[in-house]
Structures are given as structure tokens and as C-alpha cells.
């Protein structure tokens, strides 16, 4: 390789890597801390080391750091991406770069499944998610050969390989899961009942009928013993209810994904602390399952009590910007708007196990923060930096690459071959 060359890529690599920690003082925000604190107007955040050192007026900076001016501007906490497969999913029409379904025909049950062990912190939807404030998603393993779809981790956006926190477990309940229950949305209650007793050990381990392999009634028990939560996919009011029952007797802890009909039993949802991430978009029911579908899903939890954040349908890891558009929408629908940005933070953040490390604004937590341009929850503005783990984050994806590359005006060769 030639020195040009190799000066090249050097400042490629450097280019797309995060800058070093620093010292900053970010002075004069309207911070909305998520936190009982809730908005600070005209108030400074320290950060120092990664971390969130001190929030407050008049803030001074130490020796060494950097101050940002913001103005007045929003400073958040860094937003959540919803239950995607960024990371396990490149291209989602090649299966060869897709890594969120576990297919075996021989023994389908196997909560065992971790798909944050196919977790690539170099994918190139990971840039993209963090140029619209998201800075942590939770990995949701997808139901193909089992309505039990297996685990997933909460990524923090940053870079780093590994989970946070606690894994969860993914499960899929109602008509769309029926299919991989013999037809019947009814054998997933004797289905989930055969796996307790397993995991319990009121089957023999040597059982031919046993429907767990030895690790899959392990982390099954784990779960039992409220190492973890249940997030269960489910939609209609019937099967939520029946959900709870079986919850409440095993003494699980479970979230809802989806939830349409979800607001039709707010109120046992509440008694139970049982969280929603609610697709604040559905309206019109696309199922059988879903014909209480309403924009004021949201808002009608929330007024009950119940903990609520966001949770898309389809393709969320190629369109994880449009978490803000949900939150933004559950707003216009009666849902207020501080809870809008806690859906969005800290509540998925203390649903999955880490709120004790990011989620709010807060000393002590991880400084992974974004400042707004306007309006976090309405998609006319945008982010003007972010930060995480207290490195400011470059604010360019390979979307945004290719569109300086093919706006640019033309030069003696072709656009693709400029650098």
C-alpha cells in the first residue's frame, strides 16, 4: 500500500470511529432529565470519565474540558431503538446476513437461543440508528420454528460487543403464533404448561416426550426464578388476560410487545406492573387479533397507570429513526408528552434491566445523551450530536456518505469512483 493510501485510510478509520472520552460541559440546555426531576431549563451537565457527574445551573468546567453551548436547546437522554435485530440483521432479503430465527425441525422448543451472540458492533444500520438520537436497542429473537423465539440482550450503540444487562425471553401468543402450535392458539397455554413442569423438574429429564433439551429447561428455570423477563408478542385482550393468570401463577415477569387491544384491560395490566410497548401507529386492526386497534392506545395505559414504551411491527432495525414518529404520534393522541420521551428512555431502559446505567439523566449514569436541533418527538427535527459513554458520536452513516458522494457536483470521472 502507498503512503497516500495508507494516510487515507487512517483518516478513514479515525473519521468513523467515535472521538476519544473527554471532559464536556454541556452549558445552557433545556435538559429533560426523564427522571423525577423532569425539565431543567437554562441548566448544565457535567460530564467526566463517561459519566454524568453533576446536573444543574452554573455549572463550572474542570481544568481540560470542553464546553458545548447549547443554547437552550433539548438535551435528552440518548433514545431507545426499539425490539429490532440491529446488529444480527444486515440486508433483510439475504438470509445469509440474518441471524434472529432458529429453525430445528428435530426439537423447535429451545429457549436456549441467545441471538446476541450473532451481534456484529460494526454493522452498518448501527450509524444510522445513532443519527436520529438512538443509542440503545434491546435484540429481539424472532419466532420461525417455535413460538418460543428465544433471547436477546440490550445493546448500547457505542460499539461495545456484548449486552448490559439481563437477557430477556421472546414469545410469540395469539393467531400469529397459532401456526407453530398445532393450529391452535389454545395448545400455547398446554404447550408453556409441559415447559414449566419441565423446567421444574416435575418431568423426567429422560422423558421421549420431553419438549426442552437440559440447557433449554435451565434457562427456562432462570426465568421462573425472576432472573429475567417474558416479553410476549400478543395482541388480543383474551390472550393477554389469560397471560396474566399464567404469569401470576408461575410468578414471571413479563412485558407486552404489540398490545393492541392492551388499553381493553388497562387497568389489571396496572394492578399487575405489567409493561407495554405499544405500536402507537396501529389503528386499523390487520388481524382478527387486533380489532380494538386505536391511536389512543397509549394514552388510555398510561391513564390506567401502566409503564409504556414503543415497539414497532415491521422492519424496525432498517427503520428505528421512526420510534420518534411513534412517540410523537402517541402524544397527538392524548398521551403526555414527558411520558412520550420516558417511553422512549427510561422506562424501557428499567423494563429491561439497565435503567440503573442509562435511560435518565441523572449523576452516575452513563453519559449518553443527544442535543436537538427542536422538538425531539417530531420528526421535522433532528439531532445535532450525540453522545455516548460520554464520546461524541460522528453525526454520518453510510446513507449520509453516499448522498455527499452523488450530490456532489461531477468531475472528470464518474461519481462512484471519487473518494
Same mark, same amino acid.
Given at each position: 500500500?502507498?503512503?497516500?493510501?495508507?494516510?487515507?485510510?487512517?483518516?478513514?478509520?479515525?473519521?468513523?470511529?467515535?472521538?476519544? *472520552?473527554?471532559?464536556?460541559?454541556?452549558?445552557? #440546555?433545556?435538559?429533560?432529565?426523564?427522571?423525577? =426531576?423532569?425539565?431543567?431549563?437554562?441548566?448544565?451537565?457535567?460530564?467526566?470519565?463517561?459519566?454524568?457527574?453533576?446536573?444543574?445551573?452554573?455549572? /463550572?468546567?474542570?481544568?481540560?474540558?470542553?464546553?458545548?453551548?447549547? *443554547?437552550?436547546?433539548?438535551? /435528552?437522554?440518548?433514545?431507545?431503538?426499539?425490539?429490532?435485530?440491529?446488529?444480527?440483521?444486515?440486508?433483510?432479503?439475504?438470509?445469509?446476513?440474518?441471524?434472529?430465527?432458529?429453525?430445528?425441525?428435530?426439537?423447535?422448543?429451545?429457549?436456549?437461543?441467545?441471538?446476541?451472540?450473532?451481534?456484529?458492533?460494526?454493522?452498518?444500520?448501527?450509524?444510522?440508528?445513532?443519527?436520529?438520537?438512538?443509542?440503545?436497542?434491546?435484540?429481539?429473537?424472532?419466532?420461525?420454528?417455535?413460538?418460543?423465539?428465544?433471547?436477546?440482550?440490550?445493546?448500547?450503540?457505542?460499539?461495545?460487543?456484548?449486552?448490559?444487562?439481563?437477557?430477556?425471553?421472546?414469545?410469540?401468543?395469539?393467531?400469529?403464533?397459532?401456526?407453530?402450535?398445532?393450529?391452535?392458539?389454545?395448545?400455547?397455554?398446554?404447550?408453556?404448561?409441559?415447559?414449566?413442569?419441565?423446567?421444574?423438574?416435575?418431568?423426567?429429564?429422560?422423558?421421549?416426550?420431553?419438549?426442552?433439551?437440559?440447557?433449554?429447561?435451565?434457562?427456562?428455570?432462570?426465568?421462573?426464578?425472576?432472573?429475567?423477563?417474558?416479553?410476549?408478542?400478543?395482541?388480543?385482550?383474551?390472550?393477554?388476560?389469560?397471560?396474566?393468570?399464567?404469569?401470576?401463577?408461575?410468578?414471571?415477569?413479563?412485558?407486552?410487545?404489540?398490545?393492541?387491544?392492551?388499553?381493553?384491560?388497562?387497568?389489571?395490566?396496572?394492578?399487575?406492573?405489567?409493561?407495554?410497548?405499544?405500536?402507537?401507529?396501529?389503528?386499523?386492526?390487520?388481524?382478527?387479533?387486533?380489532?380494538?386497534?386505536?391511536?389512543?392506545?397509549? #394514552?388510555?395505559?398510561?391513564?390506567?397507570?401502566?409503564?409504556?414504551?414503543?415497539?414497532? =411491527?415491521?422492519?424496525?432495525?432498517?427503520?428505528? =429513526?421512526?420510534?420518534?414518529?411513534?412517540?410523537?404520534?402517541?402524544?397527538?393522541?392524548?398521551?403526555?408528552?414527558?411520558?412520550?420521551?420516558?417511553?422512549?428512555?427510561?422506562?424501557?431502559?428499567?423494563?429491561?434491566?439497565?435503567?440503573?446505567?442509562?435511560?435518565?439523566?441523572?449523576?452516575?449514569?452513563?453519559?449518553?445523551?443527544?442535543?436537538?436541533?427542536?422538538?425531539?418527538?417530531?420528526?421535522?427535527?433532528?439531532?445535532?450530536?450525540?453522545?455516548?459513554?460520554?464520546?461524541?458520536?460522528?453525526?454520518?452513516?453510510?446513507?449520509?456518505?453516499?448522498?455527499?458522494?452523488?450530490?456532489?457536483?461531477?468531475?472528470?470521472?464518474?461519481?462512484?469512483?471519487?473518494?
Amino acid at each position: 500500500m502507498s503512503r497516500l493510501a495508507l494516510t487515507a485510510a487512517l483518516a478513514a478509520l479515525l473519521a468513523s470511529a467515535p472521538a476519544f *472520552a473527554q471532559d464536556v460541559l454541556i452549558r445552557n #440546555a433545556t435538559v429533560h432529565t426523564a427522571s423525577a =426531576r423532569g425539565t431543567l431549563e437554562h441548566a448544565d451537565v457535567l460530564v467526566q470519565g463517561g459519566v454524568i457527574r453533576a446536573v444543574g445551573a452554573g455549572l /463550572t468546567a474542570p481544568a481540560g474540558a470542553s464546553v458545548v453551548e447549547a *443554547a437552550g436547546k433539548p438535551l /435528552t437522554p440518548a433514545l431507545f431503538g426499539g425490539i429490532t435485530d440491529i446488529g444480527i440483521d444486515e440486508v433483510s432479503g439475504e438470509s445469509s446476513t440474518v441471524h434472529s430465527t432458529l429453525k430445528l425441525e428435530d426439537q423447535p422448543l429451545r429457549p436456549e437461543f441467545d441471538v446476541s451472540l450473532a451481534y456484529n458492533p460494526a454493522s452498518v444500520l448501527i450509524p444510522v440508528a445513532r443519527l436520529d438520537g438512538i443509542g440503545f436497542t434491546a435484540l429481539g429473537a424472532n419466532t420461525g420454528g417455535s413460538f418460543i423465539a428465544g433471547q436477546g440482550g440490550v445493546m448500547r450503540l457505542d460499539g461495545s460487543a456484548d449486552p448490559i444487562g439481563p437477557l430477556a425471553l421472546y414469545i410469540r401468543l395469539g393467531a400469529s403464533g397459532a401456526e407453530l402450535t398445532g393450529s391452535s392458539r389454545a395448545a400455547q397455554w398446554m404447550l408453556l404448561e409441559q415447559m414449566v413442569s419441565e423446567a421444574r423438574g416435575r418431568v423426567p429429564a429422560d422423558s421421549p416426550h420431553a419438549l426442552l433439551t437440559p440447557a433449554g429447561r435451565a434457562t427456562l428455570a432462570r426465568y421462573l426464578a425472576g432472573q429475567g423477563r417474558l416479553v410476549v408478542e400478543v395482541d388480543r385482550a383474551a390472550d393477554i388476560r389469560q397471560l396474566l393468570r399464567w404469569a401470576a401463577r408461575e410468578k414471571v415477569k413479563i412485558a407486552i410487545a404489540g398490545g393492541a387491544e392492551a388499553w381493553r384491560i388497562a387497568p389489571q395490566l396496572a394492578q399487575a406492573n405489567v409493561p407495554v410497548f405499544v405500536d402507537a401507529l396501529g389503528n386499523l386492526p390487520t388481524s382478527f387479533d387486533q380489532l380494538g386497534a386505536t391511536l389512543e392506545n397509549a #394514552a388510555r395505559l398510561r391513564k390506567a397507570g401502566v409503564e409504556v414504551s414503543f415497539a414497532q =411491527r415491521d422492519d424496525a432495525s432498517h427503520n428505528a =429513526r421512526k420510534m420518534r414518529q411513534l412517540a410523537g404520534n402517541a402524544v397527538a393522541n392524548g398521551l403526555p408528552w414527558q411520558d412520550g420521551l420516558a417511553g422512549l428512555t427510561r422506562v424501557p431502559a428499567q423494563v429491561l434491566g439497565v435503567g440503573d446505567r442509562i435511560g435518565s439523566i441523572e449523576p452516575g449514569k452513563l453519559a449518553d445523551l443527544v442535543l436537538w436541533e427542536g422538538d425531539p418527538l417530531d420528526v421535522a427535527h433532528y439531532a445535532e450530536q450525540v453522545w455516548l459513554g460520554g464520546k461524541a458520536v460522528p453525526m454520518r452513516s453510510r446513507q449520509t456518505e453516499l448522498r455527499d458522494r452523488y450530490a456532489a457536483p461531477a468531475g472528470s470521472e464518474p461519481r462512484a469512483y471519487s473518494w
